[in-house]
């Protein structure tokens, strides 16, 4: 049985985690895909102890799709940066 606290932390992973996937503002999916990642490894940990096995693989499959996001805004970053370059040297 959830006590309120427990309850709390479930909302509160699984609020960040959308937050972090469904975010629209680049600026700030960094540091939403932290927050999110954090959340998800303290209610890990609880989880863990109680055994509830449902939200345990709910966790594994956030916490990978935050890492699969971080992997694929890092390669779009990478692509972006030599089509700048490009851009400027075509200009000049």
Known sequence: MNTDDEEVNLKAWRQLYEAAVLGLDPTKIQDRIEEAEKAIAKRAIA????????????????????????????????????EKENMRDTKT
């Open 47 to 82: 989880v863990m102890r109680e055994g509830g096995d449902a939200e345990r693989e709910a966790l594994a499959n956030a916490m990978q799709a935050l890492i699969d996001l971080k992997r694929d805004l890092t390669e779009r970053n990478r692509g972006t940066e030599p």
